[in-house]
């Protein structure tokens, strides 16, 4: 690609952008499980774009069905209006959720499902007479995106550390890592005792001032921490005692990451509210979405006056046409192609081939489950130096990595060949052997 314009005005999103724009790297078109760069280059796509891309970059289905959208309708008004596709993509997600999880809110991104959770959770408290339930619950090493209430719930310094104090009223349980889950494969048998750190908040504070409590089912961008054995389970029944909403926050685990439709299903605890993004359109038109339990969409229409709006709450782009439209052929592939169940059978593949790394002196600990995996490297002299030593390297070997400070996180798109993930690992390996 010739660059005619220049690369100052773009200020990126979670880059060091003066390095960036000394030495970019620009992706330019993309297929499958593969990149090519404005010089040609393929590179094998790690990290399935960023958790997003479950059936692969540009899948024909998908990109046809957005392409048929935009010609057709464009946009709908989102309030007071409606359009078909929105009616019937919540009508699939709906299918795929546990439980009675069948109010689907639509939205844009990741961080817009984890704040309109968090405000859905507290106007169901008011709707139900409990007005002063407002403080909220989150976990260390949490990601819940970017927004106000996504970054004071999030439990990861550098993303808070900048914007001042947050929202009044929130509370962290700790991460649920131990010494002894050291190359622990797939779910800990010890910590589910470490969910009883919600019971102490609930004493502190008192069981009616809390509204909330969000954990991802597996914590993703903070290092893949895979829930201890009955941990969740624990979380559901401290909830359930005291009237503490739950909710799963499964940007990351959702549509068969786990080799399940949702976190949920793999780990057998159903929360009340769930939120979900990225693969909900195979990453190809920007979306999220909140699945609500029917108790609470029920209590919060219920308390409005008839005819009234019941939730003071959307977006101009809430269930967007072509979004909707990406969404239905993102599930109709996902279905046809048997790609959960592809991911279940992947899994084990994946992981001898990712816990092989193991040996390497340059590997501190790594964790994993179903299609998405960490491997924490020793760090070098300044924190971060080596995850980022690890990404130029890697791209320069014709792979693109997703690596969060000393930790690089595996998430194949989950139609990648067993060829393709030896390959990811192989390049990863060779690196990792170049860097110490
Ligand atoms: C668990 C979780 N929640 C929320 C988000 C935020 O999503 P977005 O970047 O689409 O706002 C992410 C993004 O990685 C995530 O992993």
């Given at each position: 690609?010739?660059?005619?314009?220049?690369?100052?005005?773009?200020?990126?999103?979670?880059?060091a952008?003066?390095?960036?724009?000394a030495?970019?790297?620009?992706?330019?078109?993309?297929?499958?499980?593969?990149?090519?760069?404005?010089?040609?280059?393929?590179?094998l796509?790690?990290?399935?774009?960023?958790?997003?891309?479950?059936?692969?970059?540009?899948?024909?289905?998908?990109v046809?069905?957005?392409a048929?959208?935009?010609?057709?309708?464009?946009?709908?008004?989102?309030?007071?209006?409606?359009?078909?596709?929105?009616?019937?993509?919540?009508?699939?997600?709906?299918?795929?959720?546990?439980?009675?999880l069948?109010?689907?809110?639509?939205?844009?991104?990741?961080?817009?499902?984890?704040?309109?959770?968090?405000?859905?959770?507290?106007?169901?408290?008011?709707?139900?007479?409990?007005?002063?339930?407002?403080?909220?619950?989150?976990?260390?090493?949490?990601?819940h995106?970017?927004?106000?209430?996504?970054?004071?719930?999030?439990?990861?310094?550098?993303?808070?550390?900048?914007?001042?104090?947050?929202?009044?009223?929130?509370?962290?349980?700790?991460?649920?890592?131990?010494?002894?889950?050291?190359?622990?494969?797939?779910?800990?048998?010890?910590?589910?005792?470490?969910?009883?750190?919600?019971?102490?908040?609930?004493?502190?504070?008192?069981?009616?001032?809390i509204?909330?409590?969000?954990?991802?089912?597996?914590?993703?961008s903070?290092?893949?921490?895979?829930?201890?054995?009955?941990?969740?389970e624990?979380?559901?029944?401290?909830?359930?005692?005291?009237?503490?909403?739950?909710?799963?926050?499964?940007?990351?685990?959702?549509?068969?990451?786990?080799?399940?439709?949702?976190?949920?299903?793999?780990?057998?605890?159903?929360?009340?509210?769930?939120?979900?993004?990225k693969?909900?359109?195979?990453?190809?038109?920007?979306?999220?979405?909140?699945?609500?339990?029917?108790?609470?969409?029920?209590?919060?229409?219920?308390?409005a006056?008839p005819?009234?709006?019941?939730?003071?709450?959307?977006?101009?782009y809430?269930?967007?046409?072509?979004?909707?439209?990406?969404?239905?052929a993102?599930?109709?592939?996902?279905?046809?192609?048997?790609?959960?169940?592809?991911?279940?059978?992947?899994?084990?593949?994946?992981?001898?081939?990712?816990?092989?790394?193991?040996?390497?002196?340059?590997?501190?600990?790594?964790?994993?489950?179903?299609?998405?995996?960490?491997?924490?490297?020793v760090?070098?002299?300044?924190?971060?130096?080596?995850?980022?030593?690890?990404?130029?390297?890697?791209?320069?070997?014709?792979?693109?990595?997703?690596?969060?400070?000393?930790?690089?996180?595996?998430a194949?798109?989950?139609v990648?060949?067993?060829?393709?993930?030896?390959?990811?690992?192989?390049?990863?390996?060779?690196?990792?052997?170049?860097?110490?």
């Open positions: 690609m010739n660059l005619v314009n220049s690369l100052e005005n773009y200020w990126m999103p979670f880059t952008n003066r390095s960036f724009k030495n970019p790297r620009i992706l330019v078109r993309a297929e499958g499980v593969y990149y090519w760069n404005d010089k040609g280059d393929r590179l796509d790690s990290c399935s774009g960023l958790y997003t891309h479950a059936a692969g970059h540009c899948h024909p289905k998908v046809e069905a957005v048929a959208q935009v010609a057709e309708l464009d946009y709908a008004m989102a309030f007071q209006m409606g359009h078909p596709g929105a009616f019937e993509l919540a009508s699939r997600v709906a299918m795929l959720t546990p439980g009675d069948n109010s689907i809110f639509f939205v844009n991104s990741g961080s817009e499902s984890v704040d309109t959770a968090l405000k859905v959770a507290i106007h169901y408290h008011k709707a139900r007479g409990e007005g002063q339930r407002t403080r909220l619950v989150g976990r260390e090493k949490g990601y995106g970017v927004n106000f209430g996504g970054t004071s719930l999030g439990g990861l310094v550098r993303n808070k550390e900048s914007f001042g104090p947050g929202l009044p009223g929130i509370h962290h349980m700790r991460n649920t890592a131990l010494p002894e889950h050291q190359f622990v494969r797939g779910q800990p048998e010890t910590g589910a005792e470490l969910a009883d750190d919600l019971e102490r908040i609930v004493q502190t504070y008192g069981p009616d001032t509204a909330a409590c969000i954990v991802e089912p597996i914590a993703g903070g290092g893949v921490f895979v829930p201890p054995k009955g941990y969740l624990r979380l559901r029944a401290i909830c359930d005692q005291h009237g503490i909403v739950l909710i799963f926050d499964e940007v990351i685990c959702g549509f068969g990451r786990t080799g399940e439709a949702f976190g949920a299903q793999a780990f057998g605890v159903t929360p009340d509210i769930m939120t979900m993004a693969a909900i359109t195979n990453g190809t038109i920007p979306m999220g979405a909140v699945a609500i339990d029917d108790a609470i969409y029920a209590t919060i229409t219920g308390s006056a005819g009234a709006v019941e939730l003071f709450h959307g977006y101009t809430s269930g967007h046409p072509v979004a909707c439209a990406a969404g239905i993102a599930l109709d592939v996902y279905r046809d192609e048997g790609l959960f169940e592809r991911a279940k059978a992947l899994s084990g593949p994946f992981l001898d081939k990712v816990y092989a790394l193991q040996e390497l002196d340059m590997v501190s600990n790594i964790r994993g489950y179903g299609l998405l995996a960490a491997i924490d490297m760090p070098a002299e300044k924190p971060g130096q080596r995850g980022n030593d690890l990404l130029l390297k890697c791209y320069e070997a014709g792979m693109a990595v997703r690596v969060g400070g000393d930790t690089v996180n595996l194949p798109a989950l990648a060949e067993e060829a393709q993930i030896e390959e990811m690992v192989s390049i990863l390996r060779q690196t990792l052997l170049e860097l110490g």
